[in-house]
């Protein structure tokens, strides 16, 4: 999802994946601005492909539109995302863009309060500008709802947007077991990607969750494979 590039000779032209330029090679607007740009379109798209309801018009918003609405330093809590599942409306995940103080267990704390009062809510994301203690990722794994942490880093650019990456596709309940029946096997003798792994954490997936990935290579072709999350 990174920053369209203009053309060389500067002129706001169509890019490969057919989106215009954002903005010139020179930006004249602000650092911070940018980053929760870049940082909250990643996780509108990530949201996206993980079946969540997010509109064209977040999608496509631009830079300049962006600090339009927000400003140059944006308030953090006007920058939350709370959404609902496509198959299940009344599952939502809340995002919060976390500040760049230590977080510590009192602020997860006070997360939590603040939650507790969210009907549906299934999913909570932090985006974290800061480090978290280890006591705070203890508390946080206290939480009665799929809890994550993503560095705001790590969401300037959409890494399934990467020409070389391949397609990832989330196996259902069913479409694995009809996979396993098929080759004769058990979850545990597929190929395995861990819960660490860029892909796993972006789509968000559980253990014993199968994807279906295909490779694209050229002129050569492409190829499929399947693995497990451990």
Avoid: W
């Avoid at 990174?2 to 057919?18: K, P």
């Avoid at 596709?169 to 096997?185: D, G």
């Amino acid at each position: 999802m990174a920053e369209a590039m203009c053309c060389e000779n500067g002129d706001a032209s169509m890019v490969n994946d057919g989106s215009h330029c954002i903005s010139k090679i020179v930006d004249s607007g602000g650092v911070e601005s940018k980053k929760f740009y870049l940082a909250r379109t990643t996780v509108f798209e990530m949201l996206r492909d993980r079946g969540y309801q997010v509109s064209d018009a977040e999608l496509s918003l631009s830079l300049s539109e962006f600090r339009s609405v927000f400003g140059e330093k944006p308030e953090l809590e006007r920058l939350r995302i709370c959404v609902s599942l496509h198959s299940d409306p009344n599952k939502k995940v809340l995002v919060i863009f976390m500040g760049s103080e230590p977080i510590t267990v009192k602020t997860i704390r006070e997360i939590h309060c603040q939650i507790l009062t969210r009907e549906g809510l299934h999913g909570l994301i932090l985006v974290l500008q800061s480090k978290m203690n280890h006591f705070a990722q203890k508390e946080l794994t206290t939480f009665p709802l799929t809890a994550e942490t993503f560095p705001i880093g790590d969401l300037l650019v959409n890494i399934t947007k990467h020409s070389g990456q391949p397609k990832i596709e989330v196996l259902t309940t069913e479409e694995k077991e009809k996979l396993l029946s098929e080759y004769a096997l058990e979850d545990k003798q597929l190929p395995y990607l861990q819960e660490k792994d860029s892909f796993v954490r972006y789509y968000g997936l559980k253990k014993k969750q199968v994807v279906k990935i295909t490779y694209s290579r050229q002129p050569v072709g492409s190829f499929v494979t399947y693995r497990c999350i451990i």
